[in-house]
């Protein structure tokens, strides 16, 4: 990664006014402001994730789409750098706390003028929406039930050279990381009659899982002719990260986790998880590619 850019992006987040958002945003819809403000420390921290994402993609007069943009944050913050970002986050209603806290932080943050495509983005059209050089999305692909129309349309409007890459978990590993819980995708009923009490405690997030596997994306981009390639290694820096992240650490708690985290890295496992085929590992990160000289595709 970038370490420049690294560091530029900690002090941006170092200097987001998160108390005073907080506090505006429990004011105006009666939510706790440190619940609040822990949600928008988590988004914070993701932030950090997605610019290991994309931080050897990035190029000075790319046009950049940035799907399930969330709260924002990364989005301003590659703004900030003088990148030509557009933010996709689908609205939710005027007053729900999540639109209300994006709205907090781009006004907050001088941000208002960050284009916001407040669209699902099954709807993204080359005609009203232009192409870009680079999309990517950090854990969205996986809440999107049409994810093979959302992809077509995100192909619709990647520009030819242009390349796209996700991030989300692989369920042909039965684990599902939001609950910490395990899971088997065609027996997701096996899951809630074992797991009810925590599942009851998030059932909108729940409900929004479509459990997609490496081997879907992979007859995804069989059937369009589009070359895709895997990062191998990403469950072994997933692991890494519960040492190294303590926010992380925190919202993957769940003794099943950090159990077997444990048992890895006391029988020296851990580094072997590095050789593993990327289809036998959680999470997956995906890039698909356009050449040059493709036409763009179109869905089933």
């Given at each position: ?124 059209d080359p005609a009203s929406h232009g192409r870009f050089d680079l999309i ?59 797991f009810g009490k925590r599942i009851a405690s998030h059932p909108e997030l729940w409900q929004s899982l479509n ?90």
């Amino acid at each position: 990664m970038n370490t420049e850019l690294n560091q530029r992006l900690d002090d941006f987040l170092a200097s987001l006014p998160m108390h005073a958002i907080a506090g505006e945003v429990s004011g105006r819809i009666g939510r706790s402001a440190p619940d609040i403000e822990a949600m928008l420390g988590m988004y914070a921290n993701e932030a950090r994730a997605s610019l290991a994402l994309v931080a050897g993609h990035l190029e000075p007069g790319a046009r950049i789409l940035e799907a399930g943009a969330g709260l924002c944050i990364f989005s301003i913050f590659l703004k900030s750098q003088g990148y030509d970002i557009t933010a996709l986050e689908p609205a939710t209603g005027g007053f729900d706390l999540f639109s209300t806290l994006k709205q907090a932080v781009l006004a907050h943050t001088g941000a208002t003028d960050l284009p916001v495509l407040d669209i699902p983005a099954q709807a993204l059209d080359p005609a009203s929406h232009g192409r870009f050089d680079l999309i990517f999305s950090n854990n969205v692909i996986e809440h999107i039930p049409g994810w093979k129309e959302a992809l077509d349309a995100m192909l619709g409007v990647l520009s030819q050279g242009g390349r796209m890459l996700h991030s989300c978990p692989n369920y042909a590993v039965p684990y599902e990381p939001h609950f910490g819980i395990p899971v088997f995708r065609r027996l997701p009923g096996l899951s809630r009659a074992l797991f009810g009490k925590r599942i009851a405690s998030h059932p909108e997030l729940w409900q929004s899982l479509n459990f997609l596997t490496y081997g879907q994306v992979m007859a995804f981009c069989l059937q369009r002719g589009l070359p895709v390639e895997f990062e191998r290694g990403l469950l072994q820096k997933a692991l890494a990260r519960l040492d190294s992240d303590p926010s992380f650490r925190a919202r993957h708690s769940s003794p099943l986790l950090l159990g077997s985290f444990a048992l890895l890295k006391t029988t020296g496992l851990l580094k072997l998880l590095g050789s593993l085929p990327p289809g036998w590992t959680t999470p997956m990160i995906f890039t698909i590619s356009r050449s040059a000289e493709a036409s763009p595709a179109k869905g089933e």
